[in-house]
């Protein structure tokens, strides 16, 4: 899958879920759950053990899973991600050199910023979105539609803070994703394992993005 099928495919579906879990066995569990819900995209985040394990089993394993990396703050970890098959980079700040190296890799990078000046900034790296991280703490969907009419051109990614209650109001704002991590792959569910939770929530969230785009 090459970075326009990457873009492709997050614009389509339009939500990012980010796995993290305690273990191996938990991320897997998770990635598989939530694809069964009709979102075939993950982001292993790499606060879970042995990340770059986690990703080459899912690209291995699960075809069907657009399978990035969330929490690259560097170089060498990006370098790694990719080596391990991350089909595209996701990271809860700006860093210039790992933007500028996903670049030069032909990889799609959502670099994480949050204030304007951020915004500005990543935007001029050339990102094919821009994730703004946590929104859900400045202002929720408000700021959302603050920021997009200083940056209408700019393809923002809403990620902390987005819930069941959020979801529609951040792309009704102007978000053309969302990021969600334990609203949509809660802990418990994983300890529990219980597939079917996860699924409906993937289905329920895809539901309000689809709803708010319809508007």
């Known amino acids: 899958m090459n ?7 997050i614009d389509e579906i339009g939500i990012i879920p980010a796995v993290r879990a ?7 569990f998770a990635a598989e759950a939530v694809s069964r819900g009709g979102i075939p995209i993950v982001e292993v985040t790499l606060t879970v053990p042995e990340p770059y394990k986690v990703i080459s089993y ?6 069907e899973l657009l399978v990035g990396a969330g929490g690259v703050s560097d170089v060498e970890t990006a370098r790694r991600c990719l080596d391990a098959g991350a089909k595209f980079l996701a990271s809860d700040g ?3 050199d790992t933007v500028k190296f996903a670049a030069g890799q032909g990889v799609l990078m959502i670099p994480g910023t949050l204030t304007p000046s951020e915004v500005a900034s990543a935007w001029k790296m050339g990102p094919d979105f821009i994730k703004v991280v946590p929104c859900g703490h400045v202002g929720g969907d408000r700021y959302i539609r603050d920021l997009k009419e200083m940056f209408p051109n ?4 809403a990620a902390g803070g987005v819930n ?29 394992r219980q597939p079917d939770r996860i ?16 508007r």
């Open 22 to 28: 305690h273990s191996t066995a938990d991320a897997m």
């Open 164 to 192: 069941q209650q959020t979801a529609s109001n951040f792309i009704a704002a102007g978000a053309i994703a969302l990021g969600i991590g334990g609203e949509l792959i809660p802990r418990e569910a994983i300890r529990l």
């Open 94 to 96: 700006l860093d210039f």
């Open 154 to 157: 700019v393809p923002l990614i």
């Open 3 to 9: 970075k326009q099928e990457v873009r492709s495919r």
């Open 199 to 214: 699924a409906e929530l993937a289905r329920r969230f895809t539901g309000f993005v689809n709803e708010a785009r319809g």
């Open 58 to 63: 899912l690209v291995h394993n699960a075809p």
